[in-house]
């Protein structure tokens, strides 16, 4: 493991693991750690040396002294590419690989928009950043929307009052409302979701540039969809994967929870 000191942002904290030497830079879902992909043993991990790297309110990621009201600004979209400034001064200028998980995605797309011709591989499951998710742009970004995800965060019963009231009226199913519930239940873990998804509601990949650039750089494309996701199903991305020439596109039988060792046993068991 190690840190990514970045100037105005904070640092970093990654973890390294994985038996394959192709370098590989990974960002995970919420609620996890940079170590969340270390359950892909038979499969990811045989080919790559994973950068799993943690999301700021999450594992070990600070950032630095920034005020409640820059991170209710949000994290701008350039910080990303420090990310990979700072992994190079430290391993040097190479080319290496992607990989990104839910909201983890995001960063992931954006390296593909910003270090095309440097990228060998891209792997994104159950990805966010392919089409908008109304729920989360509305929290981020409309008045009401904001106004509600405040009150929502600072008191203790409101957050589970309503999130049962949209499971009772099938807005998410069981496996959404058993994840949010465990991510909603104490206060802190409720204003680490407010500050998380604030942080980098910026972060919206340009699907259409980067579609073109995997095709012009031919980059491998594999996605990773649950048949079972109502968050980011298939079925959003699919204006995306028309775009490109040559994807690897998959559907397991599992739900949002995709990151499992259920998963690693259907991918190296697909067919060659």
């Given at each position: ?115 095309a011709d440097l990228i060998d ?100 494309c594999t996605l990773i969809f ?47």
């Amino acid at each position: 493991m190690g840190f990514l000191q970045i100037t105005d942002l904070g640092t970093v904290h990654f973890h390294e693991y994985g038996e394959g030497k192709k370098p590989m830079l990974a960002f995970h879902g919420y609620g996890m750690t940079g170590r969340q992909f270390h359950v892909l043993k038979q499969s990811v991990l045989q080919d790559y040396h994973v950068y799993g790297i943690d999301h700021f309110f999450h594992g070990e990621s600070r950032l630095d002294n920034w005020t409640e009201a820059q991170i209710l600004a949000g994290m701008p979209k350039a910080m990303v590419r420090q990310y990979v400034e700072e992994w190079f001064r430290l391993y040097g200028r190479q080319r290496f690989s992607v990989m990104g998980y839910s909201i983890g995605a995001n960063l992931a797309l954006i390296l593909v928009e910003e270090y095309a011709d440097l990228i060998d591989d891209l792997i994104l499951m159950a990805p966010d950043g392919l089409a908008v998710y109304k729920g989360f742009d509305i929290l981020t970004n409309k008045a009401w929307g904001k106004f509600l995800f405040n009150r929502v965060t600072k008191n203790k019963w409101l957050a589970p009052t309503l999130l049962k009231s949209l499971y009772k009226v099938h807005f998410i199913d069981e496996s959404l409302y058993k994840i949010a519930y465990s991510e909603m239940d104490t206060e802190q873990k409720r204003l680490d979701v407010y500050y998380t998804l604030n942080l980098i509601k910026w972060l919206k990949p340009d699907v259409v540039k980067i579609a073109h650039l995997i095709n012009q750089h031919k980059i491998k494309c594999t996605l990773i969809f649950g048949k079972h996701d109502q968050l980011f199903p298939k079925t959003a991305a699919m204006p995306f994967i028309n775009l490109l020439a040559d994807a690897d596109v998959h559907e397991a039988p599992l739900g949002h929870w995709l990151v499992t060792p259920a998963l690693d046993d259907y991918l190296v068991n697909l067919p060659a």
